[in-house]
């Protein structure tokens, strides 16, 4: 097993009574409809029935009472359903499912349900990963529907197949073969996110080229937009803002210019025809370099919202992210997305929605929510997370990204109203928004298992499951995705699952303890450098940490930034005080002395220590906890796994030894005595170089 097959794998079912009883809703499925999305579900059952079974699914449309199981939408199966189950199946919207049993002329059948295809689809997978994971009683019944509308990845991916940000290979877009060739993993592919429910794709880098804008890649896009349509996946792209320069042959890509607004209209006419359903543009503007309307004196909403208006006949939308920032404004970054986006409150068109990093930094291993949560309340906002590990661990560590969501997503914001969450303002059921997105940046490449580690794939899953319901825990999550990749066996799913909870804090310990942010090496990202100083000073690691023979920490208080004060007054008031704040925050928001003493009754100096020494332990009982399932684990991933964890091992010793080491040149105290001392002087990890890490390519 090279884990291809993600956690779709249908490993043959053991137990003989279980097998007896699936098999028999195998062979008498009653099918309706033809349709593409049809289709799909048959492939899927056969695929399963053949791996779990070794036998093929008996499809017919005749003889009812030969039929165990039936398959199709509320419409379809009108005749066989009471009203009030049809009601409560009309309820759950286009992409809801319904399962569970219908008595009918004396007998007993099992059913699945949507509205439309794709809810059955959907519930199909449903079914299958209840067998999977051994939770299936055909006597109870359930119903499930998506909280958030638009379920998204974000592919970093470049015309030249490099990834951005990618650590699993290469791009597994194809650009060169397309439209001819169609790689059969597009399909894999496909599945893989519709049984997570995912729903959008955007294919191309947010660092955007226009060429994907031109007819030969809209004719290799349409390609892909065609194999995902059954799946019910719709294909976005990135617009770069100064296309209409680079490819239109205009002097100007000013949006309020009637002949950039004319090569919009033209450019979005033509991606219809060969896109007939295309979901729109995800745009970065004005960020990191990157073209926006800021250079012709206009706003993000002036751009946006001509992009919108040239969509929105066509039923497209436009995704304006919302992480611009510029060392060109004298401003703490972590202010900047809010001083562009809340003046511009209900200016956006209905069908923009503004796409925020789950912190106001960059997907650091912890980050508090981003305050322009809660802070607009006429804006369609969604959540962008970061599911390639960027900053935590690239490919060669095991980290669990669910947690991190969820902590993010139960985030209290106070606001709109005193009970509002995160998830609460994402899903709309706290904002009120219609359009509602969560978009994930893919982890995923042209390695045999995907995601590079095997793990990587965790996050996948866990991504698209919580995207389907913000409000699903990271536990239960990882009990699902460890069972339909491993299988029953309890041992691996009790350690497992206790490697996998645990993974994410470790990292944050040995990383960046207590709030600590933006201290890893320099372009790549890889490794500790707290020691980054020159250049553009919000792209080092001083501008962050702030260490000095005092002490250490950003003060984003009243007193220094004041960026605190862009969260609800119930947060600003209780975390400006750095005895109140939750100490995950504390040097996020407050530069402390050395000597400040913690809850612990320790000081500051000796906590960090102690977290970063805490980290490493947890790294290497994750790899004494996998090793003692050796034997139990087939040797292709139980080794594969086996290594990455020593090599994991030895990455938090260096994080632990470089940033222990650096930050005692500033506090000048020795090292708590229960700690391990760091090994090597500040010198040699300082001089470490990567010429081989996977760093920013170069842009097309
Ligand atoms: C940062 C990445 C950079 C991306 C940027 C973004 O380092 O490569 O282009 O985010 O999100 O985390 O636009």
Request: charge should be negative; hydrophobic fraction near 35%; glycine fraction near 8%.
């Amino acid at each position: 097993k090279d884990g291809y097959e993600l956690w779709l794998d249908y490993s043959s079912i053991e137990s003989s009574s279980k097998r007896a009883e699936i098999t028999s809703l195998f062979s008498g499925i009653y099918f309706f409809g033809q349709g593409p999305t049809q289709q799909v579900i048959q492939q899927e059952l056969r695929l399963a029935s053949q791996k779990m079974m070794g036998r093929d699914p008996v499809f017919t449309q005749e003889r009812l009472n030969q039929t165990q199981l039936w398959l199709g939408t509320r419409e379809e199966l009108a005749q066989v359903l009471g009203l009030e189950t049809q009601m409560q199946i009309r309820n759950l919207g286009p992409e809801g499912f319904w399962r569970g049993s219908i008595d009918f002329q004396g007998k007993t059948y099992y059913a699945i349900i949507g509205n439309q295809p794709i809810g059955v689809l959907y519930g199909v997978f449903d079914w299958l990963k209840s067998i999977q994971t051994d939770t299936f009683d055909p006597k109870s019944e359930k119903t499930d529907a998506p909280k958030v509308k638009l379920r998204m990845l974000n592919h970093w991916d470049n015309l030249d197949r490099t990834v951005e940000r990618g650590y699993a290979g290469f791009s597994i877009w194809d650009w060169h073969r397309l439209p001819g060739f169609i790689d059969p993993r597009y399909i894999d592919y496909a599945r893989a996110n519709a049984s997570l429910g995912i729903n959008a794709v955007s294919l191309t880098n947010v660092n955007a080229n226009a060429f994907i804008l031109t007819p030969d890649f809209m004719k290799k896009a349409k390609v892909l937009a065609d194999l995902f349509r059954p799946y019910g996946i719709k294909v976005f792209l990135t617009a770069r803002f100064s296309a209409p320069i680079e490819i239109g042959g205009l002097k100007t890509a000013d949006p309020l210019d009637p002949e950039v607004v004319a090569f919009w209209k033209k450019k979005t006419e033509e991606m219809y025809s060969f896109i007939p359903d295309f979901g729109g543009f995800l745009v970065k503007a004005n960020s990191e370099g990157q073209p926006g309307p800021h250079e012709y004196g206009r706003n993000h909403a002036e751009g946006a919202n001509m992009l919108a208006d040239v969509l929105a006949p066509h039923g497209g939308i436009v995704i304006w992210r919302a992480f611009v920032y510029s060392h060109e404004i004298d401003e703490d970054r972590h202010k900047q997305a809010n001083f562009e986006f809340e003046p511009l409150d209900g200016k956006f068109r209905d069908n923009v929605i503004i796409q925020v990093k789950n912190g106001a930094i960059d997907f650091m291993p912890r980050e508090p929510f981003h305050p322009l949560f809660g802070a607009v309340k006429n804006t369609n906002l969604g959540m962008e997370f970061q599911i390639t590990q960027e900053y935590l661990g690239q490919a060669t560590q095991l980290v669990y990204l669910a947690p991190m969501w969820e902590e993010v997503l139960r985030s209290k914001t106070y606001r709109p109203s005193p009970t509002s969450t995160v998830a609460g303002i994402i899903d709309g059921s706290d904002s009120g928004q219609k359009l509602t997105l969560m978009a994930g940046v893919s982890n995923i490449g042209t390695d045999r298992n995907w995601t590079g580690h095997l793990f990587g794939q965790a996050n996948w899953f866990a991504f698209g499951r919580q995207a389907w319901d913000p409000n699903l825990s990271s536990e239960e999550i990882a009990e699902e995705w460890i069972k339909m990749t491993f299988g029953q066996n309890k041992d691996i799913l009790a350690k497992t699952k206790e490697i996998m909870l645990e993974s994410r804090e470790a990292a944050v310990n040995y990383m960046n303890p207590l709030g600590l942010h933006h201290i890893m090496g320099r372009s790549h990202h890889y490794g500790p450098a707290p020691w980054v100083e020159g250049g553009r000073a919000d792209w080092t690691s001083l501008y962050y940490h702030r260490a000095d023979s005092e002490g250490i920490g950003f003060d984003r208080t009243a007193t220094g930034s004041g960026a605190l004060n862009q969260y609800a007054p119930e947060i600003a008031n209780s975390w400006s005080d750095p005895t109140q704040i939750p100490e995950k925050y504390l040097l996020w928001f407050h530069h402390l002395p050395w000597d400040f003493e913690l809850k612990s009754g320790r000081s500051l100096w000796e906590e960090i220590g102690l977290h970063y020494d805490q980290g490493v332990k947890t790294a290497r009982s994750m790899k004494s906890e996998w090793d003692s399932l050796q034997g139990q684990i087939d040797p292709e991933r139980f080794s594969h796994v086996s290594q990455l964890l020593a090599v994991q091992v030895q990455e938090a010793e260096w994080w632990r030894n470089a940033c222990l080491l650096y930050f005692q040149t500033f506090a000048q105290r020795p090292f708590p005595e229960e700690i391990e001392q760091p090994q090597g002087d500040l010198e040699y990890y300082k001089n470490l170089d990567f010429p081989f890490a996977p760093g920013i390519r170069p842009r097309w």
